[in-house]
């Protein structure tokens, strides 16, 4: 069964961080785009960043946390990381991932997994 486990959020301050964790389990990451995408109630769920296949490498951030936001990949853990430095309340919302075929637009293979929560509050 593919699947995959979001780990890492929590409740930090505005300017904090978090490095949130996307592990893969019934596939390996290697030959798929990993993107990660977010939701706060109430409103559209928002594609965040995605990594293209190892032999690409291309990163996708969207504007809102361009500078701020850093995606990276191990494929020997068979997980994908998301830095988030200098956090602000608008990050806040559950932040989920899911394996594409490609970076193009966030249309992910399997459902989005469960998600991890971030909150970001003074």
């Known amino acids: 069964q593919l699947r995959v486990v979001e780990s890492g959020g929590g409740v930090v301050q505005p300017g904090g961080s978090l490095r949130l964790s996307c592990v893969a389990s019934g596939f390996n990451v290697d030959p798929y785009a990993i993107a990660w995408s977010r939701q706060y109630p109430g409103k559209e769920r928002e594609g965040v960043s995605c990594?293209?296949?190892?032999?690409?490498?291309?990163?996708h951030y969207t504007d809102a946390v361009k500078g701020r936001f850093t995606i990276s990949r191990d494929n020997a853990e068979n997980t994908v990381y998301l830095q988030m430095n200098n956090l602000k309340p608008e990050d806040t919302g559950l932040y989920s991932c899911a394996p594409q075929l490609s970076c193009s637009g966030y249309v992910p293979m399997i459902d989005w997994g469960q998600g991890t929560q971030v909150t970001v509050v003074s």
């Open positions: 990594i293209s296949a190892t032999n690409d490498r291309t990163k």
